[in-house]
């Protein structure tokens, strides 16, 4: 059995009264969770909806709290990372996780940002070690695969791309993925939203295929590990 971690950063809700106003980025990561779960349903899933429900932004006193001993911790500062140690459980209880987001004045929105925040955290997620010379961060957790979802309104994020300078929404995932524990990452695109002509349907109709033969590809591969482990466990 593994664990799917699904984040969504939107802070359009996936399905609307106008569908016009319906979240790309979400509905795209619905069709990876959906066709995974009809594979495999049996696995774990954690759903968060960081767009709707942001967590907190840190604070001094989270930074305090975070570089105080655990044993010395007071009620107030344990109080104060009880979320991040809830958002670490569950990011340290995933196999595979997938974070859908839009691209807001060219990066992550910032619900997504506080997100991480919260998670990359020192002895939690990455250590410090200035022995290691010029790379004293060491990520904690391993083992894990990412997939990315994205949706902007403008296209040519990517590599060689028009915008490739203004992309900095998958970049600074990609960046960040290592605190989280991941070692593969597949990244999904939606463009052309701004434009709603004919390269935007085919964007989008292109993204949830892709999803969907991931998911299938994935929950197969992820499948075929688990009975691995399985019989070696025997
Ligand atoms: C506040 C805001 C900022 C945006 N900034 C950008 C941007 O910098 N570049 C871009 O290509 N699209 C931008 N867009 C367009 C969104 O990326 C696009 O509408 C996307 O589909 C939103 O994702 P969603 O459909 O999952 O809500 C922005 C939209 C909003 C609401």
Excluded at 140 to 166: A, H, M, W, Y
Excluded at 208 to 227: T, Y
């Amino acid at each position: 059995m593994s664990t799917l971690l699904h984040i969504d950063s939107s802070v359009r809700a996936a399905t609307n009264p106008n569908p016009d106003h319906d979240s790309i980025s979400k509905n795209i990561a619905r069709r990876f969770i959906e066709t995974w779960q009809e594979n495999r349903p049996e696995d774990d899933y954690i759903y968060r909806d960081v767009g709707m429900n942001p967590p907190d932004f840190i604070s001094q006193d989270w930074i305090g709290a975070v570089f105080t001993p655990e044993e010395k911790r007071t009620p107030a500062q344990r109080e104060r990372l009880s979320l991040s140690d809830t958002l670490i459980a569950e990011v340290a209880k995933a196999d595979v996780i997938l974070i859908s987001s839009p691209m807001y004045n060219y990066g992550m929105p910032a619900h997504l940002k506080a997100w991480f925040d919260q998670i990359v955290r020192i002895d939690k997620t990455f250590d410090f070690d200035l022995s290691r010379g010029d790379f004293p961060l060491q990520p904690l957790l391993s083992g894990k695969t990412l997939i990315i979802v994205t949706s902007s309104g403008e296209f040519g994020f990517e590599k060689g791309g028009i915008r490739e300078d203004s992309g900095h929404l998958a970049p600074h995932l990609r960046t960040l993925s290592k605190y989280l524990g991941v070692d593969t990452v597949y990244e999904i695109t939606a463009e052309y939203q701004e434009f709603g002509d004919e390269r935007h349907r085919r964007s989008v109709a292109n993204a949830r295929q892709r999803a969907e033969n991931l998911a299938v590809e994935l929950s197969i591969s992820n499948l075929a590990q688990s009975s691995n482990h399985e019989s070696a466990d025997v």
